[in-house]
């Protein structure tokens, strides 16, 4: 059976802190894996990743797929709390379907 | 622009009732999306539309009845629901298939059925 797996499903810092979310998969298919970020409604696109050990970064955010383990890492550096929200890891499998993880819950306190 | 836009973004309904969800995009996308999200939980795909043609559906009762009148419009048209279906319905476009590429999604209409 084609799934994702986050980790942890939730997760506290202070503000500043540095935080690594987990997502693994064992999906058929695979053509990329998708990160996005929800608040209160849609999810936003964060990284969309197809090959393994090349880092993309946007900001305080960076991101790596390990295409060999099956898995991806989202880093966040000197966290505020505008980055609280859910964190949702997608793989794309064939051309249309996209299987998502069941998401980390990030919260900032400051 | 890269928006998709969707209508009503609340919808309370009976059971009894006929209704629509309506979605649109204008950024050329060839695939269309409607995706069924509840209370802390991932979206689930319910359905794709790919070239206007349904190409996914994932066991979604029939009381769920999608159409793409056109490559920008995706609805969902909504009969006889059961309140287990209240949840928020996201609607997503993409590239044509064969791409590997982001879904953009609306902002959701979040159903309520009575």
């Known amino acids: 059976e084609d799934k994702v797996v986050q980790s942890p499903l939730s997760l506290v810092v202070h503000e500043g802190d540095t935080v690594t979310l987990n997502c693994s998969y064992e999906?058929?298919?695979?053509?990329?894996l998708l990160w996005y970020k929800q608040e209160k409604k849609a999810p936003t696109f964060l990284f969309m990743l197809?090959?393994?050990?090349i880092e993309k970064k946007s900001g305080r955010l960076s991101s790596i797929l390990d295409k060999k383990e099956l898995f991806s890492i989202l880093n966040i550096t000197a966290t505020q709390t505008g980055d609280s929200a859910v964190y949702l890891c997608?793989?794309?499998?064939?051309?249309?379907?996209?299987?998502f993880g069941q998401g980390t819950r990030l919260t900032i306190n400051p | 622009d890269t928006e998709v836009t969707q209508t009503p973004k609340h919808l309370v309904m009976g059971m009894t009732n006929k209704k629509s969800l309506k979605c649109e995009q204008h950024?050329?996308?060839?695939?269309m999306y409607w995706y069924k999200q509840k209370a802390k939980k991932p979206p689930e795909l319910m359905f794709v539309?790919?070239?206007?043609?349904?190409?996914i559906n994932e066991s979604v009762p029939s009381r769920f009845s999608p159409e793409c009148p056109n490559s920008s419009l995706l609805n969902l048209h909504l009969h006889a629901l059961q309140p287990e279906d209240s949840a928020l319905y996201l609607c997503?476009?993409?590239?044509?298939?064969?791409?590997?590429?982001?879904?953009?999604f609306g902002e959701g209409s979040r159903l309520t059925v009575l």
């Open positions: 539309y790919s070239y206007e043609k349904l190409s």
């Open positions: 950024m050329g996308h060839r695939a």
């Open positions: 197809t090959s393994s050990g």
């Open positions: 997503a476009s993409s590239q044509a298939q064969g791409g590997a590429g982001e879904l953009f």
């Open positions: 997608a793989v794309r499998q064939g051309a249309q379907k996209l299987v």
């Open positions: 999906v058929t298919n695979f053509r990329s």
